[in-house]
């Protein structure tokens, strides 16, 4: 797969540009495939494309979308092997992770075409009895999305399964870090027989170029999944026009473990998630309040289950843990760590480049305890393999304390006590808020509160952001 060149989808279309840029494996550090560079000319062709073929999909029937997506979906799963050894050789991501990724995609493609069948369009009744009233739900139109790195194939498939069974049209740009799985996966779009124009993947790295699909006025909708400042900035960017907006942003998901938890079982949930995926994980579990009546307890189990975990990418034994995605990335998290070490935090576990991965942009699973607020590791989103723990008393107003954060997209509770578990979900400012067991599926809502974003993604929440509600009016009785 070495320098392999791969090429963008336009109108159906498989194409190349005059420039490229590189693509490097994380677990080994070596370029694996270039892909292309989209020009301004492109932009504009992608644009036009993505219009004249919504005129053509928005009218093409349920049914006869549903044949084609999920045919999409079994020739996916018919290269299954080939895809999630590509998405291995991009990311570093342990086997298990990766075919997780690969699953949600086709996930995704036979939930949402499911849940378009269960689109209601609802009566409203004329206080006169002169009218008929309904609400009619249409497409809206282009959908241009802009993916993170973390989950390639789970955010295709949050954006583009939605957009086919709406009868929307796509313009989606991958990570430039993680681009070489969603191309592939848009090329076998291609022998499924969906009109030209309807799926378009493009890559860049740079923005200055691809602004345009976000300041043209042929998108209705702008998505994106990525961090706050990203997002914010390319809201601003597109409101050169009215456009809808659906982005899943940044999160610093707090967890509350109550004294009357049950200790191990929350220590092993919060691990096996923290470290999931290395800790690049938008709900990834940041500041870990826990009771000091079971706080040491609490450590020991934590710091015992994440002993467990065994570096590697790919194919390898045991509970793994790949790599962060690149050196800068790396350099930022230690560097989260070396500061809150300074300031009197303890290290528990880990907080060093492992000493027999000379290659690669690995970091030992990381545990610090004794954390204070006002450290940057309980402030910032982590997106790395860190669990910073933060002990509280009976006299701390926990919730409080959980909320003290401008974002709000994931938080978790562990407790005994049914009346305490849900009054913290209830007060707590999350999108998502999980009581004694991480849970997450397409069809529940995913999206966050305050500075996490705006908007969902799974679930008919999601489906009905690319939709219309149009009011239609008809005289019946004169």
């Not at 002993?307 to 989260?336: H, T, W």
């Given at each position: 797969?070495?320098?392999?060149?791969?090429?963008?989808?336009?109108?159906?279309?498989?194409?190349?540009?005059?420039?490229?840029?590189?693509?490097?494996?994380?677990?080994?550090?070596?370029?694996?495939?270039?892909?292309?560079?989209?020009?301004?000319?492109?932009?504009?062709?992608?644009?036009t494309a993505?219009?004249?073929?919504?005129?053509?999909?928005?009218?093409?029937?349920?049914?006869?979308?549903?044949?084609?997506m999920?045919?999409?979906?079994?020739?996916?799963?018919?290269?299954?092997?080939?895809?999630?050894?590509?998405?291995?050789?991009?990311?570093?991501?342990?086997?298990?992770?990766?075919?997780?990724?690969?699953?949600?995609?086709?996930?995704?493609?036979?939930?949402?075409?499911e849940?378009?069948?269960?689109?209601?369009?609802?009566?409203?009744?004329?206080?006169?009895?002169?009218?008929h009233?309904?609400i009619?739900?249409?497409?809206?139109?282009?959908?241009?999305?802009?993916?993170?790195?973390?989950?390639?194939?789970l955010?295709?498939?949050?954006?583009?399964?939605?957009?086919?069974?709406?009868?929307?049209?796509?313009?989606?740009?991958?990570?430039?870090?993680?681009?070489?799985?969603?191309?592939?996966?848009?090329?076998?779009?291609?022998?499924v027989?969906?009109?030209?124009?309807?799926?378009?993947?493009?890559?860049s790295?740079?923005?200055?170029?691809?602004?345009?699909?976000?300041?043209?006025?042929?998108?209705?909708?702008?998505?994106?999944?990525?961090s706050?400042?990203?997002?914010?900035?390319?809201?601003?960017?597109?409101?050169?026009?009215?456009?809808h907006?659906?982005?899943?942003?940044?999160?610093?998901?707090?967890?509350?473990?109550?004294?009357?938890?049950?200790?191990?079982?929350?220590?092993?949930?919060?691990?096996?998630?923290?470290?999931?995926?290395s800790?690049?994980?938008?709900?990834?579990?940041?500041?870990?309040?826990?009771?000091?009546?079971?706080?040491?307890?609490f450590?020991?189990?934590?710091?015992?289950?994440?002993?467990?975990?065994?570096?590697?990418?790919?194919?390898?034994?045991?509970?793994?843990?790949?790599?962060?995605?690149?050196?800068?990335?790396?350099?930022?998290?230690?560097?989260?760590?070396?500061?809150?070490?300074?300031?009197?935090?303890?290290?528990?576990?880990?907080?060093?480049?492992?000493?027999?991965?000379?290659k690669?942009?690995?970091m030992?699973?990381?545990?610090?305890?004794?954390v204070?607020?006002?450290?940057?590791?309980?402030?910032?989103?982590?997106?790395?393999?860190?669990?910073?723990?933060?002990?509280?008393?009976?006299?701390?107003d926990?919730?409080?304390?959980?909320?003290d954060?401008?974002?709000?997209?994931?938080?978790?509770?562990?407790?005994?006590?049914?009346?305490?578990?849900?009054?913290?979900?209830?007060?707590?400012?999350?999108?998502?808020?999980?009581?004694?067991?991480?849970?997450?599926?397409?069809?529940?809502?995913?999206?966050?509160?305050?500075q996490?974003?705006?908007?969902?993604?799974?679930?008919?929440?999601?489906?009905?952001?690319?939709?219309?509600?149009?009011?239609?009016?008809?005289?019946?009785?004169?």
């Amino acid at each position: 797969m070495n320098n392999t060149q791969y090429k963008m989808i336009i109108n159906g279309e498989l194409v190349s540009s005059s420039s490229s840029f590189e693509v490097v494996n994380p677990d080994n550090e070596q370029v694996i495939a270039h892909v292309p560079q989209i020009e301004a000319k492109q932009v504009d062709d992608v644009l036009t494309a993505a219009n004249q073929a919504f005129a053509v999909w928005s009218k093409v029937s349920l049914a006869e979308r549903e044949k084609l997506m999920l045919a999409y979906a079994d020739l996916l799963e018919q290269h299954k092997d080939e895809i999630v050894d590509i998405l291995i050789s991009e990311s570093g991501k342990p086997l298990d992770n990766a075919e997780y990724d690969f699953g949600m995609l086709v996930t995704c493609l036979r939930y949402f075409i499911e849940e378009a069948k269960r689109v209601e369009q609802p009566v409203i009744v004329d206080p006169d009895g002169r009218f008929h009233h309904y609400i009619q739900r249409q497409p809206i139109g282009v959908a241009v999305g802009f993916l993170a790195w973390n989950f390639p194939l789970l955010n295709f498939g949050y954006k583009l399964a939605p957009v086919l069974a709406s009868g929307c049209t796509s313009i989606i740009k991958p990570s430039q870090v993680t681009p070489l799985a969603t191309l592939r996966c848009a090329e076998l779009a291609l022998e499924v027989g969906f009109p030209a124009g309807v799926i378009n993947v493009i890559t860049s790295n740079d923005y200055d170029v691809t602004n345009p699909l976000l300041t043209s006025d042929i998108p209705a909708l702008f998505t994106m999944i990525g961090s706050t400042n990203s997002g914010i900035k390319a809201m601003q960017t597109a409101c050169t026009s009215v456009k809808h907006f659906s982005v899943e942003l940044g999160g610093n998901a707090p967890v509350i473990v109550y004294d009357d938890a049950e200790v191990t079982k929350a220590a092993h949930n919060i691990i096996d998630l923290k470290y999931g995926n290395s800790g690049q994980v938008c709900v990834s579990p940041n500041r870990c309040f826990v009771h000091e009546s079971v706080y040491e307890e609490f450590i020991a189990q934590a710091k015992a289950h994440a002993q467990g975990l065994v570096l590697g990418a790919g194919r390898g034994e045991g509970r793994q843990m790949g790599p962060v995605i690149n050196e800068k990335e790396r350099a930022r998290i230690l560097s989260l760590v070396d500061d809150a070490v300074t300031k009197g935090a303890t290290l528990t576990l880990g907080g060093k480049i492992p000493a027999d991965k000379t290659k690669g942009y690995y970091m030992e699973p990381t545990i610090l305890s004794d954390v204070k607020l006002d450290m940057s590791v309980a402030s910032q989103e982590i997106f790395g393999p860190v669990l910073p723990i933060i002990p509280f008393t009976d006299e701390d107003d926990i919730i409080a304390l959980a909320n003290d954060c401008e974002y709000g997209l994931s938080a978790y509770v562990y407790t005994t006590n049914l009346k305490r578990g849900m009054q913290a979900a209830n007060e707590l400012q999350a999108g998502s808020v999980c009581v004694n067991e991480v849970h997450y599926a397409v069809h529940l809502p995913h999206g966050g509160l305050k500075q996490s974003g705006v908007g969902k993604d799974c679930s008919r929440y999601s489906l009905e952001e690319y939709l219309t509600n149009k009011r239609v009016s008809i005289l019946v009785n004169d």
